[in-house]
């Protein structure tokens, strides 16, 4: 007698996600590398393209530049998963949070996830003010040109308004993480 075949529940087809990276404490480039590696080696991530590696000056704080960069990922974890995944690998670089704004060894924020909004308690998407921030609209622009923000419109229209930042861009680029 024939086996009856299994009920095979596909898989929901993976999200489309961003997340932005930051450091400005201690060995920059070799953190951000670490922390795309580690986002490469979670389980339900793919990190599919990384930005340049760009240099900032802090935002509403003293303290040293910022190494900054966007990854481009896709994950079947759910919005709320993906920010343990981004907290755990923070603590993993012993972020501290003494005080907003305090310079950190490691910064991941969840910038885009589909083209969904999130408000709760926990989770701000589209990240909040992202449009705003020249560390975040150039590298996620290389990645992504024709961007459309959901609830704010295409991303190229903000270039113009961040471009007065101080914002370089390092020709290194970071070394690409080995996706699991
Ligand atoms: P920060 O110190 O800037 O990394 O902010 C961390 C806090 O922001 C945490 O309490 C998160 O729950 C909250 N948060 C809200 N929206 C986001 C987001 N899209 N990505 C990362 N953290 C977020």
């Known amino acids: 007698m024939p086996g009856v075949p299994p009920v095979v529940t596909p898989d929901p087809a993976p999200a489309s996600a961003f997340i932005a990276l930051g450091a400005n404490l201690g060995a920059l480039r070799a953190t951000l590398e670490a922390a795309l590696a580690e986002l490469a080696a979670w389980p339900g991530i793919r990190v599919t393209a990384v930005s340049s590696a760009w240099h900032s000056a802090p935002v509403g704080c003293e303290g040293p530049d910022y190494l900054n ?15 343990d995944a981004l907290q755990a690998i923070e603590q ?12 950190r060894t490691l910064d991941l924020d969840l910038l885009l996830y589909n083209d969904q909004q999130i408000r709760t308690e926990r989770l701000t998407v589209p990240h909040p003010r992202l449009q705003e921030r020249a560390f975040v609209v150039l590298p996620l622009l290389e990645l992504a ?8 419109g295409p991303l190229s229209h903000y270039e113009a308004s961040v471009r007065d930042q101080a914002l370089t861009r390092t020709p290194e680029p970071l070394a690409p993480p080995h996706s699991g």
């Open 69 to 83: 960069a966007v990854a481009a990922i896709e994950t079947t974890l759910t919005p709320l998963a993906l920010l």
């Open 92 to 103: 993993r670089h012993g972020r501290e949070r003494p005080f907003v704004n305090a310079p």
């Open 145 to 152: 040109p024709t961007l459309v923000l959901p609830g704010l």
